[in-house]
Each structure stands twice: as C-alpha cells, then as structure tokens.
C-alpha cells in the first residue's frame, strides 16, 4: 500500500508532519492540510507503521535548512 508524508509550515510544530494512504483513503487528512502543504515522499508500505518507520528515516537523512 502506498503512504505519503505531507509537510505543512502552517501547522503546529507537533502536526507539521502528516502520513497518511495515498488515494482516496487519505483525503480527509489532506483536506485538513493547509494549501501551503507539500508532499514530502510516497512509500510503499504493508501498514501505518512501516509507512511511518520509512518517513522518520527519510526525515533523518534529509538535509538540514
């Protein structure tokens, strides 16, 4: 199953992140994304907690600002 890892600058620090199924079982929580909201990475995962294991390792190995 595909995942998505949604940034979004306009939400709190503690939500910036979001992970959610990609296609139609993930649009309500883009719909509560801000339009300034991005999608960071699609990973393909067996379950939530895979999708998520792979997103903190590519926050991990992402560059610094």
Known sequence: MLHELWEDPCAPADARYAVCP??????????????????????????????????YDHLRSAPAC
């Open 22 to 55: 990609a296609g139609p079982e993930g649009d309500a929580l883009r719909a509560g994304l801000s339009h300034q909201a991005r999608r960071r990475v699609t990973v393909h995962a067996v379950n939530q907690l895979e999708a998520m294991l792979q997103m």
